[in-house]
T-cell receptor
Framework: GDSVTQKQGQVTLSEDDFLFINCTYSTTTYPTLLWYVQYPGQGPQLLLKVTTANNKGISRGFEATYDKGTTSFHLQKASVQESDSAVYFCALVDPRYKVVFGSGTRLLVSP | EAGVTQSPRYAVLQEGQAVSFWCDPI?????LYWYQQPRDQGPQLLVYFRDEAVIDNSQLPSDRFSAVRPKGTNSTLKIQSAKQGDTATYLC??????????FGPGTRLLVL
């Protein structure tokens, strides 16, 4: 079945550092790929999505590129802020609109 | 436009007790999802509906969990005889048209 892997459980940075969160996926289809962000006490919110048509998503300074060759969908941001501290989930949407989530990466940004 | 609402926000039970969670999706959203999110893990789909019909409940532990959406709007998820392993946040999400799901704030369940 479909799966999404995030190997980094936690990333700790200082403000203005570069962010890179690793995500790889496994599927037999060409899914839509998503990044969700979850703040304490809230449900996940869609941060950005990428389809096979556009290959790259950009939102709020975050960007992710769909790489079919390496089946990766890493999340990057040039300069993080303390307010970016949250849990980030990589996910894929299958053709039946079921979403499969990764295990999440907690980002801690110190001022 | 109001988002997805869920109640209660918190629940604490002893093992063996029953509990129900309620979800009100975004108005007009025909598809509704229930997820279980254990601590420090990603959400895992339990069941989803299109209107009042169950589309997929293959991950719902049918011996103790049940879910209904009788009028194709609000939905209730019930756990009979809760176990400690059911401790998690239960998330509801809704969708219409495209592939973006909108999540509610969740119900945090602790089973002692």
């Amino acid at each position: 079945g479909d799966s999404v892997t995030q190997k980094q459980g936690q990333v700790t940075l200082s403000e203005d550092d570069f962010l890179f969160i690793n995500c790889t996926y496994s599927t037999t289809t060409y899914p839509t790929l998503l990044w969700y962000v979850q703040y304490p006490g809230q449900g996940p919110q869609l941060l950005l999505k990428v389809t096979t048509a556009n290959n790259k998503g950009i939102s709020r300074g975050f960007e992710a590129t769909y790489d079919k060759g390496t089946t990766s969908f890493h999340l990057q941001k040039a300069s993080v802020q303390e307010s970016d501290s949250a849990v980030y989930f990589c996910a894929l949407v299958d053709p039946r609109y079921k979403v499969v989530f990764g295990s999440g990466t907690r980002l801690l940004v110190s001022p | 436009e109001a988002g997805v609402t869920q109640s209660p926000r918190y629940a604490v039970l002893q093992e063996g007790q029953a509990v129900s969670f309620w979800c009100d999706p975004i108005s007009g959203h025909d598809t509704l999802y229930w997820y279980q999110q254990p601590r420090d893990q990603g959400p895992q789909l339990l069941v989803y509906f299109r209107d009042e019909a169950v589309i997929d409940n293959s991950q719902l532990p049918s011996d103790r969990f049940s879910a209904v959406r009788p009028k194709g709007t609000n939905s209730t998820l019930k756990i009979q005889s809760a176990k400690q392993g059911d401790t998690a946040t239960y998330l509801c999400a809704s969708r219409t048209g495209g592939d973006t799901q909108y999540f509610g704030p969740g119900t945090r369940l602790l089973v002692l």
